[in-house]
């Protein structure tokens, strides 16, 4: 029941690695620096007796995308070797496709938003996300599956540029320094803890069951920035801490959310972490770290 993840040094991939060797599942790891191709073109060895290989592997984030088109065809084009490499495998694997569920749906419908919401992507980030799904769709060469992650965050999340509010508000307070809120504090957002996250994508390694072609993976609530600001300071314990709030970026939406009820019917899976635990687990991560 071994399986492969491409992109296993990032944020999810490191979780999701983590997770598969806690239940015992072999894991081939790939990474910019252990690609998945051989040197000949022929996919990597490593990918032959997988059941399930997941797609982790993305230079772009919303800003980037929005910045940085020539980033967007890249992921694509990498995308497209990876299924073609795929493809030569004797026997086809699940492919597991990382889509993103705060950004891919039509924000014109109310949420919580279900699998068959429509899509309208209004960030170059959303469209790009629901390009590699056609993709998908049209060329993998087995049984396939997407799944549309929320705003995923706990211990080990970078503070990059254009994503990871509470990475970056957590690394904010332990420096002392006010959190800046973009847009206006009723904004909503699905946040999801990163295990919970990992639990999900390993049930669809050991299901017993066929898969849907979507599913949606959040904490199927929203929550204010204003309320997730709260968490923040309350964790935090600092009273001197403010909110600063500036404007909104371009490629945010004002309400999103999903609903999960699908993952529970065809994985078992329901999200398990409170936003307060998985906060005040991501802050005692923040102030474990050297550079601290």
């Known amino acids: ?62 800003q980037i995308a929005e910045q940085e088109p020539l980033k967007v065809t890249a992921d694509r084009v990498a995308f497209e070797s990876f299924l073609s490499a795929v493809g030569r495998l004797e026997a086809a694997p699940t492919i597991v496709l990382l889509s993103s569920g705060g950004t891919v749906y039509d924000p014109a419908g109310p949420p919580p938003y279900g699998e068959s919401a429509p899509t309208g992507p209004v960030s170059a980030y959303g469209r790009a996300k629901l390009a590699l799904e056609q993709v998908l769709s049209e060329r993998a060469p087995g049984e396939h599956v997407t799944l549309r992650v929320s705003n995923a965050y706990g211990p080990g999340q970078r503070a990059a540029s254009g994503q990871g509010v509470v ?13 800046t809120v973009f847009g206006a504090p009723t904004t909503a957002r699905d946040y999801v803890y990163v295990d919970d996250v990992a639990e999900a994508l390993v049930a669809v390694h050991t299901r017993d069951q066929p898969l849907p072609p979507v599913l949606n993976i959040g904490s199927g609530q929203g929550t204010t920035l204003k309320e997730l600001a709260e968490t923040v300071l309350e964790v935090v314990g600092n009273p001197a801490l403010e909110l600063v709030v500036t404007g909104r970026r371009s490629f945010d939406v004002p309400q999103t959310w999903l609903d999960v009820g699908l993952a529970d019917k065809a994985l078992g899976w329901r999200p398990r972490t409170s936003l307060p635990e998985g906060v005040a687990a991501a802050w005692l991560d923040v102030c474990a770290e050297p550079r601290c």
């Open 167 to 179: 990475a970056h508000w957590l690394r904010a307070a332990f420096r002392g320094e006010d959190i």
């Open 1 to 62: 029941m071994s399986v492969a993840i491409i992109g296993a040094s990032g944020f999810l991939g490191s979780a999701l690695a983590a997770a598969h060797a806690r239940a015992g599942n072999p894991v081939a790891a790939y990474t910019r620096s252990v690609p998945f191709l051989a040197p000949d073109g022929r996919p990597d060895q490593g990918l032959e007796p997988v059941r399930t290989v997941y797609w982790l592997a993305t230079q772009i984030n919303p």
